[in-house]
């Protein structure tokens, strides 16, 4: 009588389906063909000399949740930039925004004291003679203008140097400098609250996400699971995730697209109070139902994009954590090691760090997700068939 090892066995030397992949039974082989299988398990190439994961990676977004999308060949590039001026300061690095301050304040310094060397020009101070009174006090130089001017536009109030009531047009310097004055303060504290307002995309340290994701088994079916951490809630309020798989992709009219983005429906997570795994269970609606491990390992260009948002709990600040995992950091075969015990002197829980990226070997077929609900079906029908299959054989018998 066949046993269900016997099916098994039988389903996985079916040479009319080349494109499942064996299923794993046991770890304890000692066989060539279960060394490959073990290979497949920790995602390593079956070929030692492949030299494929020691290229550089073409991710859409870094490990730390940098976005690696860049444009060139713009058309009136400056023009562009100078256009939409607020967007270009605001997404400036910061020490070019400190630049420009500090060229623009310099400008503006240089601009009223030539403005108070012609007031002083035309009151008659570079005349001989004497015998008016000085517009501007205490001049002796031309950086003495450039002094009086960062006086006038700081605000520090006039010392040795100071205009007095001979001028003509010292009126409409204040004036000038007053409202620069404004102009400065006014866009540099509106830029810099942008920018510290805005919501930060990075995942720092890898304080948010796991290094690898894993596919395991749960309940039966096939998972694409991601370990989150908010250590300090900055996703609290309106918390979301999202991912994304990016994969070529052809189309119905023979099309290729390079970078096709797909969506992949996630489990409800709950709160994040502690460490969570964010589970894409692999059904026939998922890009990954007919992908085995073998298959997902020889993918050219596959990327998984997890996307966590929401606002802190804090600061009610917008916050945005990214991260990517290509198909080399998938691990087939694993589960995530718990981290969250309970600490009865404490009287909480308690999240070891230590674990949070530690996984365990599991007992997960190296198939399709679509193999594996076949062959489960194949397995019920000859249970169902068994019992039948032993009273004819008892009544053979008798």
Partial sequence: MPTESDVLIKYIENEQNPSYFPVVLRTQFSSRRSNKRNTLRRNTPLDPSHNQYKQP????????????????????KSLQYVKDLWNTLVDMQWRWLIAIVTIVNIIAYVTCGILFYLDAWMSGDFDSDSSHGRCVQGIDSLLNFFMLGIETI???????????????IYFMVLTFSTITSILIDGAFISVVYAKLNRPKLRNIHGQVFTKKAVVSLRNGHLCLVVRVNDQDLKHGIGTEIKMFMVKGETNEDGYIVPNYITELQVKPYGMLFWPIDIIHEITCESPLWTMSAKELMTQKRLEIVVVVSGSSIKTGQSTRSQTSYLNKEIMWGYQFSPCLDYDSKKKGYMVNKKTFNETVL??????????????????ENFRSREPRECNELLEELK
């Avoid at 700081?154 to 003509?168: A, D, F, K, N, R």
């Avoid at 007992?363 to 997700?369: K, Q």
């Fill in 57 to 76: 990676d073409p991710r859409t977004i870094s490990k730390r949740g940098r976005v690696r999308v860049y444009f060139r060949k713009i058309p009136q």
């Fill in 154 to 168: 700081t605000t520090t109030g006039y010392g040795y140097l100071h205009p007095t009531e001979y001028c003509h």
């Fill in 362 to 379: 599991q007992e997960v077929p190296l198939c399709s997700a679509k193999a594996l609900q076949e062959l489960q079906q194949q397995i």
